[in-house]
Each structure stands twice: as structure tokens, then as C-alpha cells.
């Protein structure tokens, strides 16, 4: 980014001031319920369950005027966004050429894969971007990933004499995580054309896919580092240029010095919308957590088929699954019920990469916060991808990384899904679950596992209550439980009504109705 275009943008910015986005809209379609009523608050407890604070609305047009003014709001909202965002990679088609530099010995050498493997990933990663394409590609090999050009004087050579053959790339892409503006500006100048990094591709991957003011302002977190770094070998450039006076209008301030405190006031404004949208979504598990309706966050490598997964288990026809790298950014609820009839919370979360760039993990921390409110924690793999254990470990990593409670990591529901693309497939695990979320394969043994898992998790209890018909006992339970079956004797005019109950409705019955 240059240092004029960051002056305006930045100054703008702060005549401007910062109005905090409202957060996105959930709008989950619900599976169809059963015939009676099921869980706590009727069906459409559920639904207000998933909606976020002070959205919530009964059917019927009721509420049409906030929705009007929560419109609005967004509306003036997305100006200011476009300014807390810095500048998108330049639009158009990009062919590039891909090199992946591949580490043959020592401690730095990948245990779970293949240089192979790798650069197929990077292919994927590409070939995500709408008009990106992939010329051709080369492995090298390199003793010293981390040196200023990456390669040896010999490997370097071969790599400026294959690009130079290839006069239609528009760019190369170095399959490393991060180049310094070092480095990159060293690089761009040897062979003439732009070199991105596995940091910049990922970000510009978010950038397309992110739909909600959180998703977009996460991501703009995520470029303060490098806009820092690119800000910072300008400077240097700059300087090395002009002469004369270093201080603006005889302010005392560097025009460095103005440009990091500008850059600092705009991460200041991008952080503190994105607490405000942090507050709001602790009310909304506030809410939930009153309900007390389950909640399962449903984990795994990036494109494993989180998605396809969630819209099996709830019958959720909104849900459109995308065959590709990072579909899902933002935290979406999706209302579901257990074999018992016991209403669920699903949470479809972003989906994890191996060596993921440490800014954008850090930047997504907030949105991954909510697993640790969860009951049970579903993680799906891709069983039929060549790296899935390697996968299955960046996952795990990323997991630790969070501090989740011991007894949520203790609990993980393992999935091995896509196993209608393996024959006769047999999982070496023996308490993981093979499913096939597109074929309907293995699902209701999925659903009775994760049923038994949260009435272990929660603590609620199957129990049968003997009942008086005349009385109000029985509408209570369909309000405050989860009702499974009515067994009405007429002529005692009494029932015996077998429920899944938590431990606080329980103790509440028990004082509403003594025995």
C-alpha cells in the first residue's frame, strides 16, 4: 500500500470518527419439528435462540420497523467498513507461476507430508480465486527458507531463468508463509514481476469469501501487520529519495512517525468494533446457555465438509456447501433435533489450514472463542484426502492453542467423512464414526453419539414423571423439557410422561409441583 494512498485513507478515517457495525443477521431455516412440541419455549424458542440479540421476532411481520432501522444502520455502516478495509489486490486475471520451496533436511523438514502435497495445496489454494490460474509450477529444493532469497546462488539461478521462459505470468507465488518487504522488493526486482506470498493469497481468499461486518473487519485486522511492513520499507525508500527536512509543516512529527500513528489509530478503531460485536455475541450465548439448548461446534481442515455435514444432520435447505478452500468464515447456528426429539444448536465454524499465517489466526481468535462455550465439539475430516492425518494434527494444534475446558477436548466427537470416495472403507480409529455427509451414510450413528456425548456433557436426565392429567404438570414439561413419550392410564387419570430434563428445570418442577 503506498504511503499517499494510507495518508488520505487514514486521514479520512479519523474525520470521519468510528460508528461500530452492527453485527451480521442470522437467519437459520429450521428442520421441520415433530408433530408436537419438543423443547424448551416452543419452536420458536429455538429460532430466537440462534437469532442474534434483539433480533428476534414471532412470525407474522411483527417487528418489520427494526428490521427497517437495523437496515439502515448497516447501510451507513458500509462506508465506513470500505475505509477500515485497506486496498484489495489489484482486480483482473492473474497467471502465475507457483514454486514451492521444499526443505530436504533438518529440523525445519515437514514430517507429515510431501513437497508433492504441498504444492497441490497450493494449487487448491488458487484455484479458489475467480480468474487466478496456475501456468505452471517447480519444486526446489533449499537449505535456507528463511535467507533473503530463499534459494542457494545455484537453485536461484534455474528459478530467474524458468520465469524468464514463461513471458505470459503475471505473477509468481512463493509457497512460504510470509516474505519480508525485504525480500519481496529483492525478488519482484530479479524477475519483473509481482511475488505473493501463502500470507497475501490466504488473505485475499478471506477477502472474497467474507459475507458479515465482523468477517471483513476480522480481515482487516489481519492486514494492520502487513500494511506495517510494506509501510515501514516505503519509509525507508522515501528517505532514501528526499532530502531536506524530515518533519511535516514544522509539527515535530516524521511523515513516518504521522503514518504509524494513523495506522495505529485505525487498528485502534477496527479493534474496538470488533469488541462491541464480541459483547453482543456473549449475550447471545447468555441467551442460549438460559434456554439452555446443547450447542455442538462442528471443527475440521478447511473444505472437509463442515457445511455438507450440518445441512444433513438439520435438513437446513439454506445451506449451500461450496466445493472449496475456506467457504465458511463467519460463526453461523443452524437448529437441529437428536434422536431423543432433544433440540440442538449446531455452529459451523472456519475451517483450519496447515502452517495458517500466525496474524490471521490471531485476528480470528475472537470468532473461535464461541468453541469454548460449546457442549461438544464435532471434528470432521476429510478421510479421504492423501494428508488427512497431517490434517487431523493442525486441527489438534490449533485446538491447544485455544485453552479450551479439559473436559470439552476430552469429549470430541471424531468424524470420518467422505468415505463414499474410499471402497470398502474400515477406520483404524476404532471410536471415530464414518459417515458420508453427501450420501446420508452413517448419520443416525453419528446422532446417537453425539446424543449420548451431550446428555453426558450437560447432565441431563432421562426420567419418566408420573404426572396428574388435570393439572398443569404436563404443559410445564412441554415448555421447560424435552417430552419423549406420554403414557396416559385414563382411568387413574394420571400419566407417566418420560422426559429429558437438565438439573435446574428439574429442581424447579420439584418446588412447583410437590410430590
Given at each position: 500500500m503506498g504511503a499517499r494512498?494510507?495518508?488520505?485513507?487514514?486521514?479520512?478515517?479519523?474525520?470521519?470518527?468510528?460508528?461500530?457495525?452492527?453485527?451480521?443477521?442470522?437467519?437459520?431455516?429450521?428442520?421441520?419439528?415433530?408433530?408436537?412440541?419438543?423443547?424448551?419455549?416452543?419452536?420458536?424458542?429455538?429460532?430466537a435462540a440462534l437469532e442474534p440479540p434483539g433480533q428476534s421476532q414471532p412470525p407474522g411481520g411483527a417487528g418489520r420497523s427494526g428490521e427497517r432501522e437495523e437496515a439502515e444502520e448497516e447501510e451507513e455502516g458500509e462506508e465506513e467498513l470500505e475505509e477500515l478495509l485497506g486496498p484489495a489486490l489489484p482486480p483482473g486475471a492473474q497467471r502465475l507461476f507457483l514454486v514451492h520451496p521444499a526443505i530436504k533436511w533438518g529440523p525445519k523438514k515437514p514430517q507429515l507430508t510431501t513437497a508433492e502435497l504441498q504444492i497441490a495445496e497450493a494449487?487448491?489454494?488458487?484455484?479458489?480465486?475467480?480468474?487466478?490460474?496456475?501456468?505452471?509450477?517447480?519444486?526446489?529444493?533449499?537449505?535456507?527458507?528463511?535467507?533473503?532469497?530463499?534459494?542457494?546462488?545455484?537453485?536461484?539461478?534455474?528459478?530467474?531463468?524458468?520465469?524468464?521462459?514463461?513471458?505470459?505470468?503475471?505473477?509468481?507465488?512463493?509457497?512460504?508463509?510470509?516474505?519480508?518487504?525485504?525480500?519481496?522488493?529483492?525478488?519482484?526486482?530479479?524477475?519483473?514481476?509481482?511475488?505473493?506470498?501463502?500470507?497475501?493469497?490466504?488473505?485475499?481468499?478471506?477477502r472474497c469469501n467474507a459475507r458479515t461486518k465482523e468477517a471483513k473487519l476480522q480481515i482487516a485486522l489481519a492486514e494492520i501487520p502487513l500494511l506495517r511492513a510494506n509501510l515501514k520499507n516505503e519509509m525507508s525508500q522515501l528517505d532514501q529519495q528526499r532530502g531536506g527536512s524530515r518533519y511535516i509543516m514544522g509539527s515535530g512529527e516524521t511523515f513516518m512517525e504521522m503514518q504509524y500513528r494513523l495506522l495505529k489509530e485505525k487498528e485502534f478503531k477496527i479493534r474496538n468494533a470488533l469488541e462491541k460485536l464480541r459483547g453482543k455475541r456473549s449475550v447471545l450465548r447468555t441467551q442460549r446457555r438460559r434456554r439452555e439448548f446443547p450447542v455442538i461446534s462442528v471443527m475440521g481442515y478447511t473444505n472437509c465438509g463442515k457445511t455438507t455435514l450440518i445441512k444433513a444432520l438439520t435438513g437446513d435447505e439454506g445451506l449451500q456447501p461450496r466445493d472449496q478452500l475456506f467457504a465458511t468464515l463467519d460463526i453461523t447456528a443452524h437448529g437441529g433435533y437428536l434422536p431423543s426429539h432433544l433440540a440442538v444448536i449446531y455452529v459451523d465454524t472456519i475451517g483450519f489450514l496447515s502452517e495458517l499465517p500466525h496474524d490471521l489466526v490471531e485476528s480470528f481468535s475472537a470468532t473461535l472463542e464461541d468453541v469454548a462455550y460449546s457442549d461438544l465439539i464435532v471434528?470432521?475430516?476429510?478421510?479421504?484426502?492423501?494428508?488427512?492425518?497431517?490434517?487431523?494434527?493442525?486441527v489438534l494444534s490449533v485446538l491447544k492453542k485455544l485453552n479450551l475446558p479439559s473436559h470439552l477436548l476430552d469429549s470430541v466427537v471424531e468424524v470420518h467423512n467422505k468415505v463414499d470416495l474410499i471402497e470398502s472403507y474400515q477406520s483404524p480409529e476404532p471410536n471415530a464414526i464414518a459417515v458420508s455427509a453427501l450420501?446420508?451414510?452413517?448419520?443416525?450413528?453419528?446422532?446417537?453419539?453425539?446424543?449420548?456425548?451431550?446428555?453426558?456433557?450437560t447432565g441431563k436426565k432421562i426420567l419418566t414423571i408420573k404426572i396428574k392429567l388435570a393439572g398443569p404438570q404436563l404443559s410445564w414439561l412441554y415448555k421447560e423439557a424435552t417430552v419423549q413419550e406420554v403414557d396416559v392410564m385414563p382411568e387413574d387419570g394420571m400419566a407417566n410422561v418420560k422426559v429429558i430434563i437438565s438439573n435446574s428445570a428439574l429442581g424447579k418442577y420439584k418446588k412447583l409441583f410437590p410430590q
Open positions: 494512498l494510507l495518508l488520505r485513507e487514514a486521514a479520512a478515517l479519523c474525520a470521519r470518527g468510528s460508528r461500530a457495525p452492527a453485527t451480521g443477521r442470522l437467519r437459520p431455516l429450521l428442520p421441520r419439528p415433530p408433530a408436537r412440541p419438543l423443547h424448551a419455549g416452543g419452536p420458536w424458542g429455538l429460532r494449487v487448491a489454494l488458487i484455484n479458489t480465486l475467480q480468474n487466478w490460474t496456475v501456468l505452471d509450477k517447480i519444486i526446489l529444493s533449499t537449505k535456507t527458507p528463511d535467507k533473503k532469497f530463499i534459494f542457494g546462488k545455484g537453485n536461484f539461478q534455474i528459478l530467474t531463468e524458468k520465469i524468464k521462459e514463461l513471458p505470459h505470468i503475471t505473477a509468481v507465488f512463493l509457497n512460504i508463509e510470509r516474505l519480508s518487504p525485504l525480500t519481496k522488493k529483492e525478488l519482484e526486482d530479479a524477475w519483473g514481476v509481482t511475488v505473493f506470498d501463502r500470507y497475501t493469497v490466504v488473505l485475499h481468499i478471506f471434528h470432521v475430516r476429510d478421510i479421504s484426502h492423501p494428508e488427512t492425518v497431517l490434517q487431523k494434527a493442525s450420501l446420508g451414510y452413517g448419520l443416525e450413528e453419528l446422532k446417537e453419539e453425539i446424543e449420548r456425548t451431550v446428555l453426558k456433557t
